[in-house]
């Protein structure tokens, strides 16, 4: 690639400009205090994510395992899922020793016809909506009560 | 330790592999800092401490390695207040993560590629929001005996002066890509040897001297008319 150890040798002279390059006086001084204030100020506290973060940044290969684990699981346990349905969707539905288990019969199985609401129902059977859904209030406010006649014969 | 997985090759290396490191500097890696020198607590006994939520350990943690951390930084972003973010966020992650250093390797290698791994990252979000923010050259500079006789060289450019280069150099490493750019600045400006950017990049010493030398071939594409 370059047996000529002199190729760069100009190269070289002018990247020693880059090392004159210097911070401000100061702040080399400051910088160590700044991070020290921060790490006391609770950045230096570590949680579940943090940990597994600084973890993969170090380590690439743990990210992936790690990322392979996690499909793996979901995927594992979205299939289990499934064929949970499958089977509750079988035992529940008539006639599924004939048929088989199917998606179909899993939401027919499952599928209840919903009790209509008070007002449907009474439109249903009375043309006056209000007629069942009121409370039967006393007439007058007081409770009249039925009672017996007692007819006598002679009077 | 020397890493030898590979990783994600994108260049043949063939012939990298004769290639020699242009720039040694001297005694960055801190071989000796993880051992006890002239009465020096070692980076590990810090480490431990520092592991028991004692925080002045860890503070002289930071002040072992904070320089070189900026300086990588800061080479690789060519702004100071990206780099001073960075390099706080980075001190205060490896801090978070200290429970998990096994001392498998050095802590400087540790956090280094935490800090790598960190401005790779922003970078490639950041791509084309880049704008360069560039600390003062200090005053050595000017006696560089290298950068006085590249600046006063009758080159095609003979007005060039040293904010001028500073700047296209800034310019020219900013279009390198982030692997490209890394290599560069840890070996050609900060000294380190292809086995410990090899550690620290996570990839084996062949693709290390494959990206310098393509790194330098395109700098020197870029940088044409400073060179002549």
């Known amino acids: ?155 | 330790m020397l890493i030898k997985r590979s990783c994600d090759g994108e260049e043949d290396n063939t012939k990298a592999q004769l290639e020699k490191p242009l720039v040694r500097l001297p005694a960055v890696i801190p071989e000796e800092a993880e051992g006890v020198e002239s009465g020096q607590i070692s980076d590990l006994t810090l480490v431990r401490n520092a592991q028991r939520e004692d925080v002045r350990a860890y503070d002289e943690l930071v002040r072992r390695y904070q320089e070189r951390i900026y300086a990588t930084v800061y080479h690789m972003t060519s702004n100071h207040e990206d780099a001073n973010d960075l390099v706080q966020e980075t001190f205060i992650k490896a801090y978070r993560a200290l429970k998990t250093f096994k001392g498998d390797s050095s802590f400087y290698t540790w956090v280094y590629r935490i800090a790598v791994n960190k401005t790779i990252n922003f970078l490639k979000q950041r791509k084309n929001r880049l704008h360069m923010s560039l600390n003062d050259v200090d005053l050595n500079a000017e006696n560089d005996p290298d950068l006085v006789a590249l600046v006063s060289e009758k080159t095609p450019r003979r007005d060039l002066n040293m904010a001028e280069l500073q700047d296209k150099l800034n310019a020219a490493m900013l279009k390198l890509s982030e692997h490209h750019r890394m290599v560069v600045t840890l070996h050609d400006i900060q000294g380190l040897s292809h086995e410990e950017i090899g550690e620290i990049m996570d990839c084996n010493i062949g693709t290390v001297r494959s990206r310098l030398f393509y790194a330098r071939q395109q700098l020197q594409g870029y940088l044409l008319d400073y060179l002549k």
């Open chain 1, 1 to 155: 690639m370059n047996s000529d150890p002199d190729e760069f040798e100009t190269l070289r002279k002018l990247m020693a400009l880059k090392r004159h390059e210097q911070p401000p006086p100061e702040y080399l001084h400051q910088l160590s205090s700044r991070i020290r204030t921060r790490i006391e100020r609770g950045e230096g506290q570590l949680n579940l994510w943090d940990r597994l973060s600084a973890n993969f940044s170090l380590r690439p290969c743990l990210a992936y395992a790690f990322g392979l684990t996690v499909c793996g699981a979901l995927g594992l346990s979205a299939i289990s899922m499934v064929k949970q349905e499958m089977e509750q969707a079988a035992d529940s539905s008539p006639g599924a020793t004939l048929r088989g288990p199917s998606p179909a019969g899993a939401f027919a199985s499952q599928f209840k016809p919903a009790t209509p609401p008070l007002h449907v129902a009474n439109w249903l059977g009375n043309t006056n909506p209000t007629a069942e859904s009121q409370p039967e209030l006393p007439l007058f406010g007081t409770s009249r009560a039925a009672r017996p006649v007692l007819y006598e014969a002679g009077n």
